[in-house]
């Protein structure tokens, strides 16, 4: 099976994330042919001049008519190589909620500017969102080169401004790239147009991107998702804990604890779909297997006994706040972290961070809509959380309604 890669679109306003995505469906042959017909009848209706790609992710009626994405639109498509999960976010500011969404779960960010614009305000809030939710990877699209004549000049300065702006952020992988989406010119392939750009076109780097890097490997972290008791007679004393790793590999006849409880065993076996494993990684869903009959259940975590995560009920996070009610300080919330659900109250807020300039406002004592900060809370039980930016999975909530269950906010542990 080919290696996934989850990549997410980012940038300002009419910038092209949309045709970019588009363009890449289409060069690589992704689309049905009724998808490809439906566009090119609507880019006719509309009266458009050339076949709007766009249109191919642009799926509400809103979205269409004022030419610009609201939600969050995920494509798949595949290669010989590897295959790809798209997720087009939205460039606006009122919908900075759907970007951190998109690129909550992404390997990758592609960041497009605008040749004839330069970095503006939303790529630098993009730029922040991006390292701030920990992408490892982010690809910086010159786009709309063609407008510019695909002057190098142009290119060069933006790449400039961009290296001096992300030296203030924690992103470690940039990688820039001139490209017109519309024309296609080094999306797929390398284009005659920029004789002087000796790099590989936004396909190739995203088709030789290394990430097994990426994941943590060291610290073991499986949270129980669900206890498999087959109850059937060639079955009948199986007893497995299934979920998806969540960092480190785990093997038999490995020493293991479980918390909160503090109980300890060793690893029985490993069990797939397709069978027994020899070993398990992020991100496999697997069931474990111990030697011992413990009392273990949806929510709790396998480690190891000499590195496991913190355990404790009072969190520090950094909010991205998703509702137009503001979070304040004695609010009552639900917390969703990854298989384990509890009560808690927030305690403080600290301060919201201005995307603009990077700067802290302390004077805020609540956060709005697409405000992101930072706040403590308390929970009812404890949890098992390692740091964000050690382990993504591990390290991230959700904040949720108790009484509706609509999701509030995403939280990254500090």
Known sequence: MAELLRVATAGSVDDGKSTLIGRLLFDTKSLFTDQLAAVERTSRERGDGYVDLALLTDGLRAEREQGITIDVAYRYFATPRRSFILADTPGHVQYTRNMVTGAS???????????????????????????????????????????????????????????????????????????????????????????????????????????????????????????VRPRSEELHDYRGYAGQVAGGVIKPGDDVIVLPSGLTSRVAGIDTYDGPVDEAFPPMSVTVRLEDDLDVSRGDMIARPNNQPTVGQDLHLMVSWMVDAPLRRRARVGIKHTTRSVRAMVTDVSYRVDID?????????????????????????????????????????LLIDEVSGTTLGAGMIL
């Not at 709005?368 to 039980?381: E, F, K, Q, Y």
């Open 105 to 227: 779960t992404a390997d990758l960010a592609l960041l497009l500017v605008d040749a004839r614009k330069g970095i503006v305000e939303q790529t630098r809030r993009h730029a922040f969102l991006a390292s701030l939710l920990r992408v490892p990877h982010l690809v910086l699209c010159v786009n709309k080169m063609d407008l510019v004549d695909f002057d190098r000049e142009v290119f060069e300065k933006i790449k400039e401004d961009f290296r001096r702006f992300a030296a203030k952020l924690e992103i470690v992988d940039v990688t820039t790239i001139p490209v017109s989406a519309l024309t296609g010119d080094n999306v797929v392939s390398r284009s005659p147009s920029t004789p002087w750009y000796d790099g590989s076109s936004l396909l190739h780097h995203l088709e030789e991107l290394h990430t097994a890097s990426d994941r943590n490997l060291i610290d073991v972290r499986f949270p129980v998702q669900w206890v």
């Open 357 to 397: 300039t990077l700067h802290r406002d302390e004077a805020v004592d609540s956060l709005g809509l697409n405000d992101i900060g930072r706040i403590a809370l308390r929970t009812t039980s404890p949890l098992c959380y390692d740091p964000y930016h050690r382990n993504r999975n591990t390290g991230s909530v």
